[in-house]
């Protein structure tokens, strides 16, 4: 797998778990396209700047517009990575500090949409915005991400889930 490479290149952390309850990201779209994401999924990211890599996950239950999900983010170079809002609003909606929020996440037939919560990007220190699309082909998801700071391209870089269970 393509995170194994990146893996070789980065420092390896600890996520220390919390009992922080995750809140829901409601879904934009057509009801049958957010039927078709019901379940549990999990994959990996890679590329940006400086080969930055992680892992995403979400859950969708069967019938309702809720997801549940979150991205860690691992640099390669050790540098923390903290969200744009201060810690301790951070910590009411995600479990770790190194994971980020899904914000919006738009379904539409075979295509998904989605942006991160705002994060300070640790290879500039300033704040980024990353938007990901992808396409949705039976059990698999692939696309892309864009990450932006004042207007301009600082990364891009692709990403994959595979739907590890069903619940549709």
């Known amino acids: 797998m393509r995170f194994t490479l990146l893996g070789g290149l ?4 600890t996520v220390a778990c919390r009992t922080v309850p995750q809140m829901p990201v409601q879904l934009q779209g057509d009801p049958l396209s957010i039927a078709w994401l019901a379940g549990s999924w999990t994959g990996e990211y890679w590329g940006g700047a400086g080969g930055r890599g992680g892992s995403l996950s979400f859950t969708l239950r069967s019938g309702t517009d809720s997801l549940y999900g979150d991205v860690t983010m691992v640099d390669p170079h050790g540098q923390q990575l903290h969200a744009a809002d201060a810690m301790d609003v951070h910590a009411r909606h995600v479990r770790s500090p190194q994971q980020l929020r899904i914000d919006v996440v738009r379904a539409d037939a075979d ?25 949705v082909t039976g059990d698999r998801i692939t696309g892309g991400f864009e990450t932006r700071a004042g207007g301009r391209v600082r990364a891009e870089g692709s990403w994959e889930m595979k739907r590890v269970g069903d619940s549709r």
């Open 10 to 13: 980065a420092v390896a952390f």
């Open 111 to 135: 295509s998904i949409r989605g942006v991160l919560e705002p994060y300070v990007a640790p290879d500039c220190e300033c704040i980024v915005t990353t938007t990901f699309t992808g396409r």
